[in-house]
């Protein structure tokens, strides 16, 4: 168990810039989940999978962004045109089952400037 | 929809002193809760939850949390801190079903604690 791995964990781009974060989950894990946490705040969810099924959207995931998880193992989310309103960290978890922990990377921060 | 209130942001004591961390929430139906833990410079771990069965959960270093329908209220304890228990505690809600479980946690805005020497 190699643990939940996010890829970069620290990104800063221009505004009006695209992104995309990487999340490697635990490799027999099936479920796959992305939040955000913006200062002060706890963790939003923002979208999550079974396989390579995204299941379901927050609001807070506007026409900008857009996950995949093509294979059912890795996932990238994207942000196209960042806005400094995107400026947060970003956080991958995943899980065996339905009832059972998430297990959370170590978040990719990102900085719009 | 559900809601999670820590009504204290920050929370500072003394080594050896006992702790409480306040979760509340706000759901029309029945509902999961968890407490998550993040220290310095690491991700979020799953603390302990409550599923269904006993209203006392327990932690593997000393924590427990009491689940009370009543007063919609999930608060966090332990005994006696030890300075390693420093970090950001986060209490979760997720809504109650056939599948249940951690699908689209609900947090609330975390609560920082402090072990003084």
């Known amino acids: 168990d190699t643990g939940v791995s996010q890829d970069p964990r620290h990104k800063i781009t221009k505004r009006g810039q695209n992104v995309t974060f990487r999340c490697d989950p635990i490799?027999?894990?099936?479920?796959l989940y992305w939040y955000r946490q913006t200062l002060g705040q706890g963790p939003e969810f923002l979208t999550y999978?079974?396989?390579?099924?995204?299941?379901?959207k927050s609001r807070l995931l506007s026409d900008r962004f857009s996950a995949e998880r093509p294979k059912g193992s890795f996932s990238t989310l994207e942000i196209q045109r960042t806005e400094q309103g995107d400026s947060a960290m970003y956080l991958c978890?995943?899980?065996?089952?339905?009832?059972?922990?998430?297990?959370f990377g170590n978040g990719t921060r990102l900085t719009v400037t | 929809a559900q809601s999670v209130t820590q009504l204290d942001s920050q929370v500072p004591v003394f080594e050896e002193a006992p702790v409480e961390l306040r979760c509340n929430y706000s759901?029309?139906?029945?509902?999961?809760l968890f407490w998550y833990v993040q220290y310095p410079n690491q991700g979020l771990q799953l603390l302990l939850k409550?599923?269904?069965?006993?209203?006392l959960v327990e932690s593997i270093n000393g924590f427990e949390a009491e689940f009370n329908k009543s007063q919609t209220s999930f608060h966090l304890r332990k005994p006696s801190v030890h300075i390693s228990d420093t970090a950001e505690y986060f209490c979760?809600?997720?809504?109650?079903?056939?599948?249940?479980?951690?699908?689209?946690?609900?947090f609330g805005k975390g609560t920082k604690l402090t072990v003084n020497p």
């Open positions: 409550y599923l269904s069965g006993s209203t």
């Open positions: 490799s027999e894990h099936n479920r």
């Open positions: 759901s029309s139906v029945s509902v999961y």
């Open positions: 978890a995943s899980s065996l089952t339905p009832n059972s922990p998430l297990h």
């Open positions: 979760a809600v997720s809504e109650a079903g056939a599948q249940g479980g951690s699908e689209k946690l609900v």
């Open positions: 999978f079974q396989n390579e099924a995204q299941l379901e």
